[in-house]
């Protein structure tokens, strides 16, 4: 398998809760023809962390998957607060994580498709609510019981300790644990801190400029790379919105490749370091599975 990005959206709606249109991702076409650019960049896979509450569409994703030619990942969970949907908070954490166990072992809503990964499960601004505790307890549940990665949400890049204290205080392993947008963070001894305590580190909003230059999230990921957490580290783009598709001004997927690697390399990260990265991870990542 070529390279895989982690951290993506295949049909998204969180257009409801935003007020805004733009939060509704379904420019098909549009897609379609960035994925198959991506093809000839070496990307066979995406993984679509996309779970219930965000407007998961696994028809969508199928028709995506056979028009593109690029292998679609899916995923169990849900995002966060205001997000969760009402039937959460009735009900228990074990019976959250039996949904979540059933979606890996059996099947999406009845269909075929099975989740590859649970995520992305997250926290706000101010730290891990009650009702996120739950979710990401019910998470831990399932990662444990199917081998399955967790993949997390931190609202820009923060609580990704709390969202790890949680987990290895439910048994798992930090390896086990994405801590996503951690480059949002923008901190050097965050992000040295989360890679120490074993956790893979994703950045996974490159070209999101209003939040973080580019410049610095490459000096931070380079510096990574140089102190040999190669076997730790995620890049992708998280693509949320219509506008940041290339046809409508955004930067699209491709800017991975065409801007953001260059920097990179740069900065001395070689190609084996991005293979390791972008290849290597991910088909480790996604191939776990419970130790029987
Ligand atoms: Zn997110």
Not at 28 to 38: G, S, T
Not at 45 to 55: A, L, P, S, W
Not at 161 to 166: A, P
Not at 237 to 256: C, E, P, W
Request: charged fraction near 20%; include cysteine.
């Amino acid at each position: 398998m070529g390279y895989t990005l982690m951290h993506e959206h295949i049909y998204l709606d969180l257009s409801a809760v935003k007020q805004d249109d733009d939060c509704l991702l379904n420019a098909f076409d549009l897609m379609v023809a960035e994925f198959k650019q991506l093809k000839t960049l070496g990307v066979e896979r995406i993984v679509d962390v996309t779970n219930i509450g965000m407007g998961r569409n696994l028809a969508y994703v199928e028709q995506i998957q056979q028009h593109s030619g690029v292998e679609i990942v899916s995923a169990t969970g849900c995002y966060k607060e205001p997000f969760l949907p009402d039937w959460f908070y009735q009900k228990t954490i074990d019976d959250i994580a039996h949904h979540f166990i059933e979606e890996i072992e059996i099947g999406i809503e009845a269909s075929a498709r099975k989740a590859g990964i649970i995520g992305e499960v997250g926290s706000g601004f101010d730290g891990i609510s009650e009702a996120e505790s739950k979710l990401l307890q019910a998470a831990a549940l399932a990662s444990l019981a199917t081998g399955k990665m967790i993949t997390t949400h931190t609202s820009l890049g923060r609580f990704g300790h709390e969202q790890l204290d949680l987990f290895t205080n439910m048994g798992l392993s930090a390896e086990q644990v994405i801590i996503g947008h951690t480059d949002l963070a923008g901190d050097r001894d965050y992000l040295q801190q989360l890679l120490d305590r074993g956790a893979i580190v994703e950045f996974d909003t490159i070209g999101k400029l209003s939040y973080l230059s580019d410049e610095l999230r490459a000096d931070l990921f380079s510096e990574a790379v140089a102190k040999g957490y190669q076997q730790q580290l995620l890049l992708s783009v998280d693509i949320t919105r219509k506008s940041h598709l290339k046809a409508n001004g955004g930067i699209g997927y491709a800017y991975l490749f065409t801007h953001f690697l260059p920097m990179l390399f740069e900065r001395g990260v070689t190609e084996q370091d991005i293979e390791v990265i972008l290849q290597h991870n991910p088909n480790r990542i996604l191939a776990r599975q419970t130790a029987l």
